[in-house]
T-cell receptor, first 110, second 112 residues
């Protein structure tokens, strides 16, 4: 089976750094993806880690450690527009389709 | 490019009514998906289509049917709506591996 765990909510001030952890139980998967969803909007792809290590895309970075069954999304220099829900997802081998975590709501305050 | 489009945006049904949600993509993707999203939960896969002419069940297929009309279009049908199907429905498409998916704007469905 497959389950992904993320914190339900994180609050931080503008300019701060937020780390959203994603832990999972799996017998094998292709990679770890992250999606962003604003209230009332559609999920949009943010990043993908096929291999262990850090991937950086502007203010956002994503990390994967298969040996620790753990990944995270790092949001730097937080802006008000970063207030949204963030979902981690994996594509398990044998199933092949994305399975999503329940999501972390990030609230950015002035 | 419009990406992934869905119709309608909102719908209210009475228990037992039927309806079809429409989805189209213009990115020439082979794979298409239907998800539902409920409060406090992630996206759950209802059905997917790996290519034109093929469909397969996801995690929560009961009460739904799908049709992959052609490469662009993938529709979701509720034959006899139930209050438990009140949800937001998203269509998505992807290239072959499915790690990067592109989502439509969603259909907000309420079943009374």
């Amino acid at each position: 089976g497959q389950s992904l765990e993320q914190p339900s909510e994180v609050t931080a001030v503008e300019g701060a750094i937020v780390q959203i952890n994603c832990t999972y139980q799996t017998s094998g998967f292709y990679g770890l993806s992250w999606y962003q969803q604003h209230d009332g909007g559609a999920p949009t792809f943010l990043s993908y880690n096929a291999l262990d290590g850090l991937e950086e895309t502007g203010r956002f970075s994503s990390f994967l450690s298969r040996s620790d069954s753990y990944g995270y999304l790092l949001l730097q220099e937080l802006q008000m527009k970063d207030s949204a829900s963030y979902f981690c997802a994996v594509r398990p081998r044998g199933w092949g389709k994305l399975q999503f975590g329940a999501g972390t709501q990030v609230v950015v305050t002035p | 490019n419009a990406g992934v489009t869905q119709t309608p945006k909102f719908q209210v049904l009475k228990t037992g009514q039927s309806m079809t949600l429409q989805c189209a993509q213009d990115m020439n993707h082979n794979s298409m998906y239907w998800y539902r999203q409920d409060p406090g939960m992630g996206l759950r896969l209802i059905y997917y289509s790996a290519s034109e002419g093929t469909t397969d069940k996801g995690e929560v297929p009961n009460g739904y049917n799908v049709s992959r009309l052609n490469k662009r279009e993938f529709s979701l049908r509720l034959e006899s709506a139930a209050p438990s199907q009140t949800s937001v429905y998203f269509c998505a498409s992807s290239d072959a591996n499915g790690d990067t998916q592109y989502f439509g704007p969603g259909t907000r469905l309420t079943v009374l």
